[in-house]
């Protein structure tokens, strides 16, 4: 099977099972993780119970299954704001080899392990995976990140947003609409090309990004639910 680097937006893989790169404390407050709780809100109140209840620690993962994709949460630091170490790294990619086929799992995307916020340098985030991955019988895919590039849930809820008075937008979420107007014009901003990205916008915080976010995703379902409709 083979193993490839990509440059891009793990999110737009097509492997079964995603890594979300997590801390053991119930904060998903950045990349990846902050990516992944707009995206999957159900696994992130299961995350932060875990955590409450000191269930999710290093070397241990916990695979969340959705719909369409499955999500492996993978401990990289102890504490949000401590940095990653080596060690973790080895202790999860342990227990993956140990688990992956008992977990059903066909194909796999990884990021940089505790790279980037983590502290440790891509080059060697990228020698502890390979020496793990390389072995397997599966798909793996392990992407280095790249800031511009783009990703569908992104467009669609930018071109959702700009569509909409943001009146609207302020009753529907129940923000205020200040907020609304600073999110309409960060999302439309030509340095800006992921979801993650919107929360380093002064102003704009991470509960607007859920509500807004939750609202476009509902609209999308309620207009795909009535195009069947109309087909019968």
């Known amino acids: 099977?083979?193993?490839?680097?990509?440059?891009?937006?793990?999110?737009?893989?097509?492997?079964?099972?995603?890594?979300?790169?997590?801390?053991?404390?119930?904060?998903?407050?950045?990349?990846?993780?902050?990516?992944?709780?707009?995206?999957?809100?159900?696994?992130?109140?299961?995350?932060?119970a875990l955590c409450e209840q000191q269930k999710i620690d290093i070397g241990l993962l916990w695979l969340y299954k959705s719909p369409n994709r499955w999500i492996l949460n993978f401990?990289?630091?102890?504490?949000?704001?401590?940095?990653?170490?080596?060690a973790y790294l080895h202790a999860g990619l342990q227990k993956f080899v140990q688990t992956y086929r008992a977990k059903e799992i066909t194909s796999i995307a990884f990021p940089m392990l505790g790279a980037d916020r983590g502290g440790i340098a891509h080059s060697t985030s990228l020698d502890i995976l390979s020496q793990y991955l390389s072995p397997l019988d599966i798909d793996i895919e392990i992407y280095e990140y790249d800031p511009a590039a783009?990703?569908?849930?992104?467009?669609?809820?930018?071109?959702?947003?700009?569509?909409?008075?943001?009146?609207?937008?302020a009753q529907q979420t129940g923000i205020r609409i200040d907020y609304v107007r600073k999110l309409v014009i960060a999302i439309d901003r030509p340095d800006i090309h992921q979801l993650n990205q919107l929360a380093r916008v002064q102003g704009v915080g991470i509960k607007t990004l859920e509500k807004v976010f939750a609202l476009a995703k509902e609209q999308a379902q309620d207009d795909l639910e009535s195009q069947q409709k109309s087909l019968f």
């Open 1 to 48: 099977m083979a193993l490839k680097i990509i440059k891009g937006n793990i999110f737009t893989t097509q492997c079964q099972t995603l890594v979300n790169t997590v801390n053991c404390v119930g904060v998903m407050g950045a990349g990846i993780a902050l990516e992944c709780r707009l995206r999957y809100p159900t696994m992130y109140s299961k995350y932060v």
């Open 75 to 86: 401990p990289t630091k102890k504490h949000w704001k401590a940095p990653s170490e080596e």
């Open 150 to 169: 783009l990703d569908d849930i992104y467009s669609g809820t930018k071109n959702w947003l700009l569509a909409r008075d943001p009146a609207d937008v």
